[in-house]
Each structure stands twice: as C-alpha cells, then as structure tokens.
C-alpha cells in the first residue's frame, strides 16, 4: 500500500521569503512522486514530478523537490515566495507495481498563505 | 479551451434523487479518471477507463456509483440514491497514456451538495 503524509495543514510565510512544504511517503515499490498545486475555483495543476531519475527536481513557477529516500520525504520548496503562489498543495504517489490502477493517492494538502 | 471539461460545475439535490455528471477529456488522451474530493482532504481516486473500457471500478465507493465511458470519449458519473455523505467535489482527469511518464489534466470539479 501506498501513502503520503503531509506534515502541515497550513503554512505561513512573508512574500519574499522561503517556502518549505513537507512530505513523507510510504511505497512498498520504488514510488513516483508528484506535488499538484489547487488554487480556488481552478483544476488541479502538476507543479513537478519524480520518476527514478534525478533526485532534485525542478517544476513551474520556480518550485523545487528533492527526492530523499533515506528519509522517505519529498518536501518542496521555493526561494521567494509571491503571492500567486496561494493555493493549496498536494504531494502525490503512484505506485505502478503489480500493474495496477494508475490511479494517485493525495495526501491532505498544505493550505499556503502569503502574507504581504 | 482545450482543457478537460466538467458538466454541470455545481449541482444540488436532494437526497435519495440520482445525479449525473459529465466530464469531456482532452480530445486525444485515451485515459480517464474520476476522483472525489471532500472538504479538507486530497482527491480520492475512484475509477478510470482506458478508451471505453473500464479497468479499475472496485474503488467505487459502493454500489451507488457507477461509471461509464460508451465511446471512449466523454464519461458519465452517476451517483444513484444520493445521500448527504456523497457531498464532495466530484474531479476528472485525463492522459494520453498508462503510466506517470503522462500526466493526468484535471477538470474544475463538479460540486455536489445533497440536501
């Protein structure tokens, strides 16, 4: 079976600033690992993926996720935040083993809130 | 806009009516998905088709639910007997393939509120 845990419901930070939203998966199979961005009233959009090939990986808007596997995380992060960036995140896993569904599993999401 | 599609936006009923929704994919993506997302959680995958063919359905939430795609083109959702639990935000997306190297587009929802 496969998981994701984030481990903030809800983090604030000044625009300019760092973000850092976290996230540990369980997999019992080499997992690819996805953060999806929500903003109100929008679809889900696809920030970055990892798929077993470099563990630091890039995706739009300027976030960046980092594949660790000796601690199970994949937190995202971005050097400076906008206030754009508000929305609420969600890590992904899919776990293709067995050939079964492709369907994602979510975690909870990370509601992000930029302050001015 | 050549985005997946979702029909209607919001619906209300009331319990114990039948609803129906409609999501259109991106016109050359093979794969569907239907999720439903509750309020405070991440999208719950439900079932997904691969064209007409429907390769996953025991996620379905119960029997309640059922799924269609005829034509390998748009897909139906219909909740029979509603009941006010299956108020949620009800999401599609679609891929061109199996697989992560595609990624799955995802609709705007349809919300469903049962009163």
């Known amino acids: 079976a496969q998981s994701v845990t984030q481990l903030d419901s809800h983090v604030s930070v000044s625009e300019g600033t760092p973000v850092l939203l976290r996230c540990n998966y369980s997999s019992s199979y080499s997992p690819s690992l996805f953060w999806y961005v929500q903003h109100p009233n929008k679809g889900l959009q696809l920030l970055l993926k990892?798929?077993?090939?470099?563990?630091l990986v890039k995706g739009i808007n300027g976030f960046e996720a980092e594949f660790k596997k000796s601690e199970t995380s994949f937190h995202l992060t971005k050097p400076s935040a906008h206030m754009s960036d508000a929305a609420e995140y969600f890590c992904?896993?899919?776990?293709?083993?067995?050939?079964?569904?492709?369907?994602?599993?979510f975690g909870k999401g990370t509601h992000l809130i930029i302050q001015p | 806009d050549t985005g997946v599609s979702q029909d209607p936006r919001h619906k209300i009923t009331k319990r114990g009516q039948n609803v129906t929704f409609r999501c259109d994919p991106i016109?050359?993506?093979?794969?569907l998905y239907w999720y439903r997302q509750t309020l405070g959680q991440g999208p719950e995958f439900l079932t997904y088709?691969?064209?007409?063919?429907?390769?996953?359905k025991s996620r379905l939430l119960s029997d309640r639910f059922s799924a269609e795609r005829p034509k390998g083109s748009f897909s139906t959702l219909e909740i029979q007997r509603t009941e006010q639990g299956d108020s949620a935000m009800y999401l599609c997306?679609?891929?061109?393939?199996?697989?992560?190297?595609?990624?799955?587009?995802f609709g705007p929802g349809t919300r469903l509120t049962v009163t």
């Open positions: 088709f691969q064209n007409e063919a429907q390769l996953e």
């Open positions: 016109s050359e993506h093979n794969r």
């Open positions: 990892y798929t077993s090939a470099a563990t």
């Open positions: 992904v896993v899919s776990d293709e083993s067995g050939g079964g569904a492709d369907g994602l599993t």
């Open positions: 997306a679609s891929s061109l393939g199996q697989g992560v190297t595609y990624e799955q587009y």
